[in-house]
């Protein structure tokens, strides 16, 4: 799985105790990603008086759509989060290409060829990042985090037994990924642990998104992703690529190095880089329409053409060209695998907006 996140912790050995003393920087290094942190199990906090919850929203869905299920990896019956004009739903086949769009490709890897993060098992966990739909009655649990000034409160719809990336021991992000399917509201969060048998948990950080809104985190605020956007709409699933044979948003995907600087959706960097030719968070790019898709299975066909029309937005740290999606067992490997052939030098750099920079 990809070291998305580049935090710097130290564990520091106590008798009787463990204690995560974490950079609140979360930023890179100028070149090498620093070895994943590894997150233990901490004693449960005092109890605390549970925050207000997030209002409800209603139930407007951009799109006809079906009945939804509940559950692990289900299908949300062809509903697309957020309004139409959101960014993430956005078509930009006919948008101009960024002036430095040939620096900024190079920089994450002209000749490295695309990774589908995603598939089926791998090191023995589901291969992705796994969401889970809930009906509006789940209860919402307390969570603690360790980056407060930047998470919104809660509490969360976080079943005790909801997939974690990783399995339930992964020592890697630990993303949760919860869908509110009547209210229609995302709650995500980042090194997520249960606590108590998952009455209550514990996380790096944590977002709450209303699926029919567009507006955005506050300006330099972080999400359960390092760009401040959410996870959920950028992940390429079964259910679209396979079933309904079409993904009607734009993709999410990583790079080793990302400068210090975001652009809109973004709302967050994670990096000391100040060269400009190095891209920002939230920096999209998109599939040359010339770009030949005929030779590939039909899944991966409907994956490159939505990176055609609606492109791929840089969201986190991590491996270059790291394309993120949900795990499913249906998928097959060997078919995602084709997406090696895809180079880096087969993108171009929508032109983007202003630039905020740190």
């Known amino acids: 799985m990809t070291r998305r996140r580049l935090l710097r912790a130290v564990l520091v050995a106590a008798v009787g105790a463990s204690i995560l003393v974490v950079d ?8 090498e990603l620093p070895p994943e942190p590894e997150m233990t199990p901490m004693d449960p906090p005092a109890e605390e008086p549970v925050p207000a919850e997030a209002p409800a929203a209603p139930m407007t869905p951009s799109a006809p759509v079906s009945p939804i299920a509940y559950g692990p990896g289900v299908s949300v019956g062809g509903r697309r989060p957020f309004p139409d004009d959101n960014p993430w739903n956005q078509d930009v086949l006919q948008e101009p290409v ?16 695309l990774h589908a993060d995603f598939g089926t098992v791998w090191n ?3 291969n992705g990042i796994p969401y889970v739909v809930v009906p509006g009655t789940q209860p919402k649990v307390p969570v603690r985090f360790e980056y407060a000034d930047e998470s919104d409160p809660g509490p969360y719809p976080v079943p005790p037994d909801a997939p974690i990336e990783g399995g339930p021991t992964s020592d890697g992000d630990r993303h949760i990924l919860t869908v509110d399917a009547d209210n229609w509201l995302l709650y995500e969060l980042f090194a997520a642990y249960p606590e108590n048998g998952g009455s209550r948990w514990r996380a790096g950080s944590g977002a709450i998104f209303n699926l029919n809104s567009n507006e955005l985190r506050p300006a330099g605020w972080t999400s359960a992703d390092a760009a401040g956007l959410p996870i959920l709409p950028g ?10 044979g079409a993904i ?111």
């Open 98 to 113: 960024d002036p430095n769009s040939a620096a900024l490709i190079a920089s994450i890897g002209l000749d490295t060829g």
């Open 235 to 244: 992940l390429v699933r079964y259910d679209e690529a396979v079933e309904q």
């Open 248 to 358: 009607r948003h734009a993709l999410r995907f990583t790079a080793r190095r990302t400068r210090r600087a975001y652009v809109a959706p973004a709302r967050h960097y994670a990096s000391r880089i100040t060269d400009p030719n190095v891209p920002p968070m939230g920096m999209r790019v998109r599939l040359k329409a010339s770009f030949d898709v005929s030779g590939f299975p039909p899944p991966v066909q409907v994956i490159l053409q939505a990176m055609k029309t609606y492109g791929m937005f840089l969201a986190d740290n991590g491996s270059d060209w790291f394309v993120s999606g949900a795990p499913d067992p249906r998928w097959n490997d060997d078919q995602l695998a084709t997406l090696r052939r895809v180079r880096g030098r087969d993108f171009e750099v929508v032109k983007m907006g202003p630039i905020t920079t740190g």
């Open 124 to 126: 023995g966990a589901p």
């Open 24 to 31: 609140p920087q979360r930023t890179s290094a100028d070149d």
